[in-house]
T-cell receptor, first 111, second 113 residues
Framework: GENVEQHPSTLSVQEGDSAVIKCTYS??????FPWYKQELGKGPQLIID?????GEKKDQRIAVTLNKTAKHFSLHITETQPEDSAVYFC??????????FGTGTRLLVSP | DTAVSQTPKYLVTQMGNDKSIKCEQN?????MYWYKQDSKKFLKIMFS???????INETVPNRFSPKSPDKAHLNLHINSLELGDSAVYFC????????????FGPGTRLLVL
């Protein structure tokens, strides 16, 4: 089955810096890669996703890149703000299969 | 309007008790899920229902039984609660079967004493 590894487990940056979180997946048939943000005491919320027919996707300060050959994908957050502090999860799945989540990255943005 | 809601938000109970968690979604989605998040924040799927039919049943003790009375509701009943069941349980829904965008509820924090 699918296995998703996520790094780093903790990331501390200064406000205004960029943050990068990386994930690798094992199932070459996976074709859907969402990223979720979980704030303290809340459920995960989708922030961006990418499908395997696209190499990069941007939405304002966040972007996701996908390298199908290497089976890894990354989340990039530019101009970080304190409100970006949260736990971020990557996930992967193939069509009509379950989402498999990474182990999470705790991002702390210091003012 | 809350898209995916869960009740209760907190649940503290004794070992051996039976408890239920309810989930409702008003998004018109066909597919609903239960996830367990442990103390290390690891998220793992437990069950998934599509239009009231069970489609994913992970390796979960049979003390856990999901029930879907209609496609807007997916409840989780847990028998004979154990200490290791303490976790946060999330309900989620998605529009068109597994692998579509999933929307999560706020979670139910279960503590078994």
């Amino acid at each position: 089955g699918e296995n998703v590894e996520q790094h780093p487990s903790t990331l501390s940056v200064q406000e205004g810096d960029s943050a990068v979180i990386k994930c690798t997946y094992s199932d070459s048939a996976s074709n859907y890669f969402p990223w979720y943000k979980q704030e303290l005491g809340k459920g995960p919320q989708l922030i961006i996703d990418i499908r395997s027919n696209v190499g990069e996707k941007k939405d304002q300060r966040i972007a996701v890149t996908l390298n199908k050959t290497a089976k890894h994908f990354s989340l990039h957050i530019t101009e970080t703000q304190p409100e970006d502090s949260a736990v971020y999860f990557c996930a992967a799945s193939r069509s009509f299969q379950k989402l498999v989540f990474g182990t999470g990255t705790r991002l702390l943005v210091s003012p | 309007d809350t898209a995916v809601s869960q009740t209760p938000k907190y649940l503290v109970t004794q070992m051996g008790n039976d408890k239920s968690i309810k989930c409702e979604q008003n998004l018109g989605h066909d597919t609903m899920y239960w996830y367990k998040q442990d103390s290390k924040k690891f998220l793992k799927i437990m069950f998934s229902y599509n239009n009231k039919e069970l489609i994913i049943n992970e390796t979960v003790p049979n003390r856990f039984s999901p029930k879907s009375p209609d496609k807007a509701h997916l409840n989780l009943h847990i028998n004979s609660l154990e200490l290791g069941d303490s976790a946060v349980y999330f309900c989620a829904s998605s529009p068109r079967g597994v692998a579509a965008t999933q929307y999560f509820g706020p979670g139910t924090r279960l503590l078994v004493l």
